[in-house]
Structures are given as structure tokens and as C-alpha cells.
């Protein structure tokens, strides 16, 4: 059973950036298509970014798109979301999965608050 560890977050203004960073363990993902998730208070989960086995293939939500940069490293089972021009409606926990079925757990998640 594959576990997720998400990590990166923080407190940071408004266009300001962070980087993400998904851990695997306890199996591999070098072969499955992975993505970023996230969950503001009182919503639904949502769909952020998704990257291809071998990173040719990238797909981004429009809230996010040419703003956040998908990527991966299967040689050290990780996957990260670069996160530029952050807006307070990008305040949310932040998690990764499988994509687009996910592994039927998640992880606990990395908080990220923008501030205006």
C-alpha cells in the first residue's frame, strides 16, 4: 500500500510563492499518472494539477493554470507543485494522489493561507 507524505506549506502574501513536495513510500508510483489536490474550509476537494509516468503529460486546473508547475522525480518518489502569483483563494490543504483514480487513502495533507 503506497502512503503519501505532503509537505511545503505555510503562511505566505499574496503573490508570493511555494513549493509542494509528495513522498512515496511503501511502493511504487513510477508507473501511474499522479496529481495534486486541494480543499478549502467548507468545500469539496478539487482538482489542482496531474502529471503523466514519466512528466511529458500535464494537465492544470484553470484557476491554477500558468501559475503552478507540476512535476515529478520517480528516481526519489516525489512528486511537487511549484506554486507562483498565490492568491488568498489559493488557501487550502493541499494533498496528492494517484490520478486519476485515487490510491483509496489520503494523506494528512500540507495547510497553505495566502494572505492580501
Known amino acids: 500500500q503506497v502512503q503519501l507524505v505532503e509537505s511545503g506549506g505555510g503562511l505566505v502574501q499574496a503573490g508570493g510563492s511555494l513549493r509542494l513536495s509528495c513522498a512515496a513510500s511503501?511502493?511504487?508510483?513510477?508507473?501511474?499518472?499522479m496529481g495534486w489536490f486541494r480543499q478549502a474550509p467548507g468545500k469539496e476537494r478539487e482538482f489542482v494539477a496531474s502529471?503523466?509516468?514519466?512528466?511529458?503529460?500535464?494537465s492544470y486546473a484553470d484557476s491554477v493554470k500558468g501559475r503552478f508547475i507540476i512535476s515529478r522525480d520517480n528516481a526519489k518518489k516525489t512528486v511537487s507543485l511549484q506554486m507562483n502569483s498565490l492568491k488568498p483563494e489559493d488557501t487550502a490543504v493541499y494533498y496528492c494522489?494517484?490520478?486519476?483514480?485515487?490510491?483509496?487513502?489520503w494523506g494528512q495533507g500540507t495547510q497553505v493561507t495566502v494572505s492580501s
Open positions: 511503501g511502493g511504487t508510483i513510477s508507473r501511474i499518472s
Open positions: 494522489n494517484r490520478f486519476p483514480t485515487d490510491f483509496g487513502s
Open positions: 502529471v503523466n509516468w514519466n512528466g511529458a503529460g500535464r
